[in-house]
């Protein structure tokens, strides 16, 4: 059990960050969720904790996408706080902040459309390579941008841009900005657990 | 002692302190779901301050507040409803259980509706069908109608178009666009041929087949309504053509800059000559068959929330074909029908603010329809016999109709998504027949003024029960009679999900029209429906289950003189099970239907089982995408028990009896399409999507009868087959489309 107190707050945030490494379960996110929620309504000025949230859930509509009924209220709330993130950045020039915030915002557009490819797919599958898209402009040496761009390559059927050539450069590159990029603390660094994955499958 | 109170104070001020620290209430407590499992991590918080914990992975968590008196205590997780719980701090510990509700577990999600009902719409999630699903189920010709015969509660009836629920006929299905009846889906009628859509099912983003049971905002349909809503404006503009060798058709449609509106014409052209030359039909055609279909639309945008749509649709078809004479082997009776039908569509719907909302419609539609009879002698000539029932086998008929509606629903959403909605329709209808026989003409007018008023409340009982009650009152000046109908549903949603509706609903219907040409004393013809059903949606997985008890009242009968002397009943059972999560990348779904029905109608002796039921039948759809070679599969099959037949003949003196009857073999027919999908121009910056699509019905070739025409004298019969075995496409279709979607998805970064 957790206490709210005022002190630690950053030996807070790294605990939980070091579980969000951890976690595999939507029960594990779920809960990680609502901690950086609690973190962020404390801290008040930060937007990890708000990001990190927004991860979470975002993250739990992803797991859930054989399950298209239970995934809505997750984007929701995913939605909602990276749009608080978003707000706390300084988007002249916290370029690299910003870039991992479209990132999530790809993830809660493409988890909209797991709900139900058939009915959601044309209207929020766009707006999620768009913002894939936008996170590499933003920064191209995102590994998660990357990994999203891959994702995306690899699951759209070649008709509409899909292209599992790509998609594999794109996750091996993904892979080796993660492997080089420095300790990054609390800061966003997941992604290697699902390039791994990923990779695995298109063996 | 310089300040002997200053210790004295410090002491006081640690005897508060301590009274204060004493003053701490422990609140512990568990958080659950519905389900009675624990959520960890859920967040307990004091509101208005940030005091707060979270829940550990037991669910229990442990808040201690000093003070005294009143606080609201805020309780939340991801996926629930959050709830706050008052608690009093008055130094003894409290505990609380605490259940959250599922967010999807809110009223809003109990469609009471969904008895006896199925919905396609824009907005499905998981297992639940799209308009696209629906559409796309193989071996459908662009017939929504078709689509949904591989749903529970229809019959596969392969002679005649049209939807057969339930054990009622295809008349007793209605079909409504935006609100508005649309009185003609299809090409009129042909004897044993049944005719495609008017409209093209992509038209439309909502699809709402009840089998039974359905709202009191509709009605003047005995067993079913098919309820259609259009799309709205399209996301980008596009053209369209296809070129198959029996249809061609081009289209666009031109979306507004602003985004506001848009407008669109279609037009199709499809004649089966060439076609029935490749393969050889049973009927001998003289002309066609051909078709024309055009449509003309507007959308408008007339505020954020208001909308208004026109539809028009004009379609043309010829047919004329020749079948050997049932009554005599030297003769040859030859048909020839053409048919005109305009169908228009003005809709509107705006929120007034309030949580009021209307709907409005009117529709328009006028219908010609040419008919000739013709007996030939087997050198083509036209022969006039004035032996009976030679006699009656040359003759003209024309039909002309004019029907208009207007109707209005108003809306108004309350508290836990309860609603009232109540509004009026007014129907008008002429229609003239005009026949002329050898022996004489006959011409018969008619008209009539529907009027109906409809109101209809959802209503919250629990968190977990929802009921909708309605009622809707009709009165026609045709038949000067009024009708009252109310209809009830009940939904009780369990814990786990799965959901147990009940429904009971009176539905009239007004005669046909030949019926009520030669005598329009009948009154409303009606059913009662008793309906009861369970169902579950859980992890991209479907499943229904529906029982239902219906009767017949005062149907038509002709003998011995046209009146309401009918009755009957229908009932069954059906499943329907759909799973689009166990194999990957396949979609399938399985639907049974038994139907135990009989009734008297028309000429039937006494109560039978109408030859367009079946006991049992069994559907299976499947379709796949393989996406690595864009290719999209489609698997339509189903296996019916055979279908009644029977010989009725009349006797001048005395009573119809069945002279002959029999059961027909079992149906076994599966249905499968192919789409290709590619791009000719990829490079193009407006890249144009293409598709060859091909496809075969009843590819297997079994003989499929049925029924029987019998001869006047009972002596003849003649099997009712499809006029091929087995009925084939193949043709490409284009979409250049100017895509628009992601200057409006950077709009709205």
């Known amino acids: ?203 | 002692m310089m300040f002997p109170g200053r210790n004295f104070i410090t002491t006081l001020f640690f005897i508060f302190d301590f009274i204060a620290a004493a003053a701490q209430t422990r609140v512990t407590g568990t958080v659950k779901n519905s389900n009675k499992e624990v959520l960890p991590g859920a967040t307990v918080r004091v509101k208005g301050s940030d005091k707060g914990v979270y829940g550990d992975s037991t669910g229990s968590f442990l808040l201690s507040l000093s003070g005294k008196g009143k606080r609201i205590l805020q309780i939340s997780s991801a996926g629930y409803q959050s709830s706050e719980l008052k608690v009093e701090l008055n130094d003894f510990d409290i505990h609380l259980d605490i259940t959250l509700k599922d967010s999807a577990e809110t009223l809003g999600d109990i469609v009471v509706i969904s008895v006896g009902s199925f919905e396609a719409s824009d907005k499905a999630k998981g297992a639940a069908l799209t308009p696209i699903d629906a559409v796309t189920v193989a071996g459908n010709g662009g017939d929504i109608a078709n689509a949904l015969r591989f749903l529970p509660g229809a019959q596969q009836i392969g002679e005649q178009d049209g939807l057969f629920v339930r054990g009622g006929s295809s008349q007793e299905t209605k079909q409504f666009v935006d609100g508005a009846l649309l009185p003609s889906p299809n090409f009129a009628s042909v004897p044993a041929l049944p005719q495609p859509a008017r409209l093209n099912p992509f038209l439309f983003k909502g699809i709402l087949f009840s089998s039974g049971g359905y709202s009191a905002l509709y009605g003047e349909a005995l067993s079913s309504a098919l309820i259609l809503e259009s799309v709205d404006l399209p996301d980008k503009s596009s053209a369209a053509l296809h070129v198959f060798p029996s249809n061609v058709g081009v289209g666009f449609q031109e979306l507004a800059k602003d985004n506001k509106s848009s407008y669109g014409i279609n037009a199709s052209y499809g004649n089966e000559q060439l076609y029935n030359k490749i393969v050889p039909q049973i009927p001998d055609y003289f002309k066609g068959p051909e078709y024309f279909s055009g449509d003309g639309n507007f959308r408008i945008r007339t505020s954020e929330t208001g909308m208004l749509k026109f539809y028009c649709n004009y379609s043309y078809s010829n047919v004329g074909m020749k079948n050997p004479n049932i009554d005599s082997s030297s003769l040859i009776s030859s048909f020839e029908q053409k048919n005109t039908n305009l169908y228009s569509n003005l809709s509107y719907r705006e929120s007034l603010g309030n949580n009021w909302k209307i709907d409005a419609a009117i529709a328009y539609n006028y219908y010609r329809d040419e008919m000739a009879n013709q007996l030939l002698n087997e050198e083509n000539q036209q022969r006039f016999l004035t032996v009976y029932p030679y006699s009656q086998q040359n003759f003209d008929s024309t039909t002309n109709s004019n029907f208009a509606q207007a109707r209005v629903v108003l809306r108004k959403q309350l508290v836990h998504n309860q609603a009232i909605r109540f509004g009026a329709e007014y129907f008008y209808s002429n229609e003239q027949l005009s026949s002329s026989y050898t022996s004489g003409d006959t011409i018969s007018k008619l008209h009539d003024n529907l009027v109906a008023v409809f109101a209809e409340g959802d209503i919250y009982i629990t968190k977990n029960m929802a009921a909708k009650l309605g009622a809707r009152a009709e009165h026609s000046t045709l038949l000067n009679q009024s009708n009252l109908a109310p209809r009830i549903s009940l939904a009780y949603r369990f814990p786990g999900g799965g959901q147990i509706n009940m429904a009971y609903g009176i539905f009239y219907q007004i005669p046909e029209i030949t019926y009520l040409a030669l005598n329009n004393d009948l009154n409303f013809t009606s059913a009662t429906h008793y309906i009861i059903n369970y169902q579950k949606k859980e992890g991209n997985r479907f499943f229904r289950m529906e029982a239902y008890y219906k009767t017949y009242n005062r149907l038509v009968t002709t003998y011995p003189a046209y009146s309401n002397g009918g009755n009957g009943y229908a009932r069954g059972v059906e499943l329907f099970w759909r799973d689009k999560r166990t194999f990957k990348g396949v979609d399938y779904w399985i639907t049974y239907t038994y139907l135990d029905t009989k009734r008297k109608w028309l000429d039937y002796p006494y109560s039978i089982q109408p030859s367009f039921s079946t006991p049992h039948t069994l559907s299976v759809v499947v379709k796949k995408y393989f996406q690595d070679i864009n290719l999209s599969a489609n698997m339509a099959y189903t296996l019916a028990t055979g279908r009644p037949y029977y010989d009725i003949q009349t006797p001048v003196y005395g009573s119809p009896f069945i002279s002959d009857q029999g059961t027909t073999n079992i149906y076994n027919v599966m249905n499968v399409s192919f789409a290709y999908l590619f791009s000719i121009f990829p490079k193009w910056k407006n890249k144009e999507f293409s598709g060859i699509g091909l496809g075969c019905n009843n590819i297997f070739g079994t003989k499929e009868v049925f029924g029987y025409y019998y001869s006047y004298n009972g002596m003849n019969k003649m099997s009712v087959t499809p006029p091929a075995t087995r009925s084939f496409y193949i043709g490409l279709f284009m979409s250049f489309g100017i895509d628009r979607r992601n200057d409006f998805i950077n709009e709205n970064l």
């Open chain 1, 1 to 203: 059990m957790l206490c709210f107190s005022l002190q630690a707050q950053d030996q807070e945030m790294q605990a939980t960050v070091t579980k969000l490494d951890q976690a595999n379960t939507v029960k594990e996110y779920q809960q990680l969720a609502g901690d950086f929620e609690a973190i962020a309504q404390k801290q008040k000025t930060g937007w990890l904790p708000y990001y990190y949230s927004a991860f979470c859930n975002a993250k739990i509509g992803w797991i859930y996408q054989n399950d298209g009924e239970k995934i809505e209220p997750f984007a929701d709330k995913a939605e909602k706080d990276i749009r608080k993130a978003e707000s706390m950045l300084d988007t002249a020039i916290q370029k690299k902040e910003l870039s991992e915030v479209y990132c999530v915002l790809s993830m809660v557009n493409r988890s909209r459309v797991f709900v139900n490819p058939m009915s959601y797919g044309s209207q929020y599958g766009p707006v999620a390579t768009r913002y894939t898209q936008l996170a590499l402009k933003t920064n191209p040496d995102n590994p998660r941008a990357n990994y999203l761009e891959g994702w995306t390559k690899y699951s759209t059927p070649k008709l509409w841009g899909g292209d599992k050539k790509k998609a594999k450069e794109l996750l091996e590159l993904a892979k080796q900005q993660l492997e080089s990029a420095l300790p990054a603390g609390i800061n966003p660094h997941w992604g290697k657990k699902e390039v791994d994955e990923l990779l695995n499958e298109l063996k």
